[in-house]
């Protein structure tokens, strides 16, 4: 039976690897949710409550939109140059300092 869809929201890839890990625990996963939980495996590079809370962070504090703010989290960039690679076309604001603060804070929330 489909479940019904309560809200929509971008989430980092560890938030899907929890939920999906959940779900595999209650039964089986469709064919999609079992490689979508291979992938982020994978590739989440931090716990989801880090994940999360650094979302927050780069939302609240830097004003960087969530779609953005969830792409550095699940990227996780470890350089500045990375970072803009990410940011740059969108949200060229930032300084030099904000950029690095941001990269200091992704290196240290990776697991």
Do not use: C, W
Not at 39 to 62: D, G
Request: charged share 30%; proline share 5%; no cysteine.
């Amino acid at each position: 039976m489909p479940r019904e869809i309560v809200a929509e929201e971008e989430i980092t890839l560890a938030q899907v690897k929890k939920i999906l890990t959940q779900r595999k625990k209650e039964g089986d996963l469709s064919f999609q949710q079992s490689i979508t939980l291979e992938h982020a495996s994978t590739f989440a590079k931090m716990p989801p409550s880090a994940a999360r809370k650094l979302v927050e962070r780069l939302i609240k504090n830097y004003e960087i939109p969530r779609v953005l703010a969830v792409q550095v989290v699940n990227i996780a960039p470890t350089t500045i140059e990375e970072l803009k690679v990410i940011l740059d076309q969108h949200h060229p604001n930032l300084t030099e300092e904000q950029l690095n603060e941001i990269v200091e804070l992704v290196i240290k929330n990776r697991s």
